[in-house]
């Protein structure tokens, strides 16, 4: 058996090996300010960070490898418990972090933090998003009366959590007394089971089935569960039935997610379904100047371009990017020029790039799928059955690649920028109008993304 450990030796040996595991910038702003205060129930490290920002931030986004990291150390099975120092608090720190509210009945339990930057306001609303933007708003203007559930499914790192935050923070903004709930599906898994094992399943559906919004990230981590998906069908009928507003996010539609009950996929169907999609090169430089503008940073348009033709996955990969900057310039007091840019990026541009799509692999992609010559992707001829199966090909470029649009137009048999914007237009409003065209263009953009994933 491991022998007892103080939790300042404990902290301090946590943090040598955290030092490694993160970046410096990252380390020397969010982790070496924590500060151990006790060890409680035998496995749990009280840690108090020094605003609730950090609290938040951390929770958020380096929770599992604390817990993992401390458990290495300690030789045994180890938790945190992290809160904001006493004298900040959430109007001095100008955060509005909101929790989780069981209802009075509910046995308490911690409460997942919504990350206060992630509202409506900080969005950049793309056309690849804008469809799900505006049913996130419309949920959050009248929970529970339109679009219930709201179904948001795309690949990660597209902006589903932010969203759903977005709504979290808008809800409770409007009434603070709102019971809220934002968790995962292991959560909600994980919750359930310790439920059943100590017997106090009445209280857990309690705690979920008297919330007035839930918001569940990646539902499809159900697949398969079967105890946990019919606990989780009642949850949901009790909930709308009650005209509380479910909200649920996936990396892919619900009648894709296998070994899902039939009987979820289609209440999943219910209300408004929703996708997001890569962000296209023009919505990437809002986003690239919006989180930039935040940190006080300036871009110079040399810099911005490079950043958001070369990142193009996900929008996490564009904030990491953006952090890195800032932590070094704010270290080095000076402007990175674009060799430094690349060399500091290195790591991402490179994973970047294994899963880049050519306008080529496109092209034969769609052209396959519509069974036309490849040629016909770059000729002149206007055939509607031509024409339209090309102008998906150029939406699918702008989409999936970080080709500029003049580039786009060349790869298109030397097209300009403006033929490219038309192309992208007119298969948008075929998307709309057309559920056919949407779900072709949806299947083609999983089939591209599946194979560079």
């Known amino acids: 058996m491991a022998s007892p450990v103080s939790h300042l030796s404990l902290w301090e040996t946590a943090k040598s090996e955290l030092r490694n595991i993160f970046s410096r910038t990252d380390y020397d702003t969010w982790i070496s300010s924590l500060n151990p205060v006790s060890i409680v129930e035998g496995n749990v490290l009280l840690l108090e960070a020094p605003t609730v920002l950090s609290e938040a931030w951390v929770n958020s986004n380096y929770g599992d490898v604390l817990r993992r990291q401390l458990t290495l150390v300690a030789g045994r099975s180890m938790d945190y418990r992290l809160t904001a120092a006493a004298g900040d608090t959430r109007e001095q720190a100008n955060e509005e972090v909101v929790v989780a509210r069981p209802s009075r009945h509910a046995a308490a339990a911690p409460a997942p ?36 559930p709201l179904f948001i499914h795309g690949p990660t790192g597209l902006g589903k959590t ?67 998906q019919d606990e989780f069908f009642h949850t949901f009928n009790e909930l709308h039935n009650s005209h509380k507003q479910v909200v649920l996010t996936s990396d892919r539609p619900a009648s894709e997610i296998a070994k899902l009950q039939e009987r979820l996929v289609s209440r999943f169907q219910w209300g408004m379904v929703a996708s997001i999609q890569a962000p296209g090169l023009e919505t990437r430089t809002a986003i690239l100047r919006k989180k930039a503008q935040a940190r006080g940073l300036e871009l110079s348009p040399e810099i911005a371009d490079f950043m958001a033709s070369r990142i193009a996955r996900n929008v996490r990969n564009l904030e990491g990017a953006i952090t890195r900057i800032s932590g070094l310039t704010g270290m080095t007091r000076k402007p990175l020029d674009l060799a430094q840019v690349e060399k500091l990026l290195h790591d991402i541009l490179v994973e970047e790039a294994s899963h880049t799509l050519t306008a080529e692999v496109i092209q034969r992609k769609v052209a396959e799928h519509y069974r036309i010559q490849m040629s016909d992707m770059t000729s002149k001829r206007r055939m509607q059955n031509i024409a339209f199966p090309r102008q998906v090909a150029m939406y699918l470029t702008t989409q999936l690649t970080g080709m500029s649009l003049v580039s786009i137009g060349g790869a298109f048999g030397g097209r300009d920028h403006g033929t490219v914007i038309h192309a992208r237009k007119t298969v948008v409003n075929q998307m709309e109008v057309d559920p056919n065209v949407r779900r072709t263009v949806e299947y083609l953009r999983a089939q591209l993304s599946t194979n560079r994933a």
């Open 113 to 148: 933090a919504i990350k206060s930057s992630n509202t409506f306001e900080n969005f950049i609303v793309g056309p690849e998003n804008e469809m799900a933007h505006g049913a996130s708003l419309a949920v959050a203007k009248e929970p529970g009366s339109n679009y219930n």
């Open 162 to 228: 932010h969203l759903m935050h977005a709504i979290a923070h808008s809800v409770y903004a409007a009434n603070p007394k709102a019971r809220i709930a934002y968790i995962s599906s292991e959560t909600f898994t994980n919750e359930f089971i310790q439920a059943l094992q100590a017997g106090n399943v009445a209280a857990f559906r309690r705690r979920y089935r008297e919330l007035d919004l839930l918001l569940i990230d990646d539902i499809h981590f159900l697949a398969g569960k079967e105890s946990t």
